[in-house]
């Protein structure tokens, strides 16, 4: 067991506990900046035309995929059962609930996040942040809180235009390719589907991961070491931290969705 150091666990454990603590202090930091990023609107729309409207093309394009696979999926699956008309309950209620907030949570890191990681890993990298701290200008106020912010207001917003997409997408294959009769897929849409139990649970869902997504994204460009191979690396842990943690905090969510 001579490759077993002790002290190596410790320093790793201490690093590690390090590491939340900042995490956590700039999460903090950033929420209580609220009041002061609202008196400062310009900033948070630039952010947000940043964000939202560069990411709207391929969040639309996916939704509308997304909507004609699902529509053909069920259509196969529910006519084992005799129940195609259920058709358009089943494409809304999986894209509001499940797939709308997931799927754009994922594309919104690797399209959006990974912008904002190597924005603020370019602003290290160059000493832009630290001119600004010479100058008493708060980076964080500045810089991390607008785009923060921005991320958290725009998620929500493209979730919602991917189940809409993906819900046109959805009746168009029925409807026109499968032969579903247009009253029965709405009709069955509108009586299957609640709006504070199913639209709003999709909506805190796309809420939650603006949150992670965002934070992931300034966390790792704002820690990024201030080189080349140090901003790439933040890149890609920004793909792959924010992933599992919308992954991981979707399960929790639906658990806790379905228990009340």
Known sequence: MSWFQPADVGFAV???LTRVGSATRLFARLVLLLPATARRPGLVRDQIHFLGN???G???VSGLFVGFVLALQG???LQGFGSTEALGQLVALSLLRELGPVITALLFAGRAGTSLTAEIGLMRAGEQLSAMEMMAVDPVRRILA???WAGVIAMPVLAAVFSAVGVVGGWWVAVGMIGIDSGSFWSQMQGGVDVFRDVGNGVVKSVAFGFIV???ALLQGYT????PEGVARATTRTVVVASLSVLAMDFVLTAL???L
């Open 14 to 16: 201490r690093g590690l």
């Open 54 to 56: 560069y990411s709207l």
């Open 58 to 60: 391929i969040i639309a």
């Open 75 to 77: 259509y196969y699956t």
């Open 146 to 148: 607008p785009r923060f």
């Open 214 to 216: 965002t934070f992931v």
């Open 224 to 227: 990024a070491k201030p080189t």
């Open 257 to 259: 969705m379905f228990s």
